[in-house]
Nanobody
Framework: QVQVVESGGGLVQAGDSLRLSCVAS????????MGWFRQAPGKEREFVAT????????RYVDSVKGRFTISKDNAKITMYLQMNSLKPDDTAVYYC?????????????????????WGQGTQVTVSS
């Protein structure tokens, strides 16, 4: 079993920065990719960013390109999301997700259905 736990959310003003963390525990040796998704009230959960665990390749949703940076620490099995120049539209619950497979491909995964393990979410609120 693998578990992931997010942290780092909070209430900030527009233009501020936050760094989210996601720590994985359990049987993490089959981690292929990790990603960040977010869900605003009344909206569907949407893809934000992903990182391939082997290649470190990344992908972002257009709305956060140039402002958010996804990264990872292999030793700590931790993923980060550095969020700069935050906007009120970034307000949402942010979820960490992990894809686990015996054999991993060098792909980037953008769909919620691509991931097997989800965290409980951390609230990010950006005031104008």
């Amino acid at each position: 079993q693998v578990q992931v736990v997010e942290s780092g959310g909070g209430l900030v003003q527009a233009g501020d920065s936050l760094r989210l963390s996601c720590v994985a525990s359990g049987r993490t040796s089959s981690t292929c990719a990790m990603g960040w998704f977010r869900q605003a009230p009344g909206k569907e959960r949407e893809f934000v960013a992903t990182i391939n665990w082997a290649t470190r390749s990344t992908r972002y949703v257009d709305s956060v390109k140039g402002r958010f940076t996804i990264s990872k620490d292999n030793a700590k099995i931790t993923m980060y999301l550095q969020m700069n120049s935050l906007k009120p539209d970034d307000t949402a619950v942010y979820y960490c997700a992990l894809r686990s497979r015996v054999y991993c491909l060098n792909n980037l995964y953008l769909r919620t259905s691509d991931y097997d393990v989800w965290g409980q979410g951390t609230q990010v609120t950006v005031s104008s």
